[in-house]
């Protein structure tokens, strides 16, 4: 049987940089998920309370204070040790930071997709090392990830695209995007998605509104032509506060439902039982 998959909500906005609103995401896709407007099913053919078990474990205590990102790793390690797959709801991008950590202690260095506007890749943005901005800057220097690929990315300036080179990030830009452009992972793989990703005229309820970005259609297929395992996923920037007729959230629940449909294919192999436990981690960076 395919494993649980463990929907965790992370609601901060502790590293937010321009505007709040992150924190009050997780509630709102809940409460899409669960809403009347559709039903169970995915694109895939599986059905939520049917072949993909989905379990909601609720928010954690984050408090805004440098000690919710141990709250977070322990968390998402809690989540793995029962041999489940994690989902998480931000919450701003810099929770994917602590996510990573437990995942890549389970499962060793794993192969990132990661759809953004940007690619939060700053060394350190408005003085903040842990900036929503700069996650993916502390996951490659920490070698959390053994291949990282941004998919929508259109707000590259001269930092970002060294820090892109200096890493061996593989950047597929918004301009050059084409179906069927995202290359085949070796796995395992976790799923970053920024809703910023996707074109404001999709996904308005966010922070950062880029237009020019990916549709809907795009990214749903991109999950649906992954055949890869998954160890874990997140969905993140939403901001209710700017969201209209809640479509941004709905998205966001429909993302969550594509990701759990996903993970619920194509498992990755239970870190509990697969008997490798690895060494503990290095003290986090970006303090
Ligand atoms: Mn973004």
Request: net charge negative.
């Amino acid at each position: 049987m395919s494993p649980p998959i463990h929907l965790i909500g992370l609601p901060t906005d502790i590293h937010s940089s321009f505007l709040r609103g992150a924190a009050k995401a997780p509630v709102r896709i809940r409460a899409q998920l669960v809403s009347d407007h559709s039903n169970p099913a995915s694109e895939r053919g599986t059905e939520i309370g049917a072949e993909i078990r989905l379990t909601d474990r609720g928010d954690l205590p984050l408090v805004e204070a440098p000690d919710d990102d141990r709250l977070i790793t322990e968390g998402i390690a809690e989540i793995l040790s029962q041999g489940a797959i994690p989902i998480a709801l931000g919450g701003d991008h810099s929770v994917t930071y602590p996510i990573l950590r437990a995942i890549a202690v389970a499962h060793g260095p794993v192969d990132i997709l990661h759809i953004d506007a940007h690619p939060d890749l700053y060394d350190s943005y408005g003085g903040d090392r842990r900036s929503h901005a700069s996650p993916f800057a502390r996951i490659m220097e920490e070698g959390l990830a053994k291949r990282l690929v941004q998919v929508g990315i259109r707000t590259l300036n001269r930092h970002c695209r060294e820090q892109a080179e200096r890493f061996g990030v593989e950047t597929i830009e918004a301009r050059h995007f084409r179906p069927g452009c995202v290359p085949a992972f070796a796995g395992p793989l976790y799923i970053s998605i920024d809703l910023d990703g996707f074109d404001p005229s999709c996904a308005p309820g966010v922070s950062h509104l880029e237009p020019g970005g990916l549709t809907a259609r795009d990214v749903i297929d991109i999950l649906l032509a992954v055949d890869t395992p998954v160890a874990g996923a997140d969905v993140v920037e939403l901001n209710p506060d700017r969201d209209l007729n809640d479509m941004t959230a709905m998205l966001a629940a429909k993302m969550v439902k594509e990701l759990a449909a996903l993970a619920t294919a194509f498992p990755v192999v239970a870190p509990a039982a697969a008997g490798d436990p690895r060494p503990p981690l290095p003290p986090a960076g970006g303090d």
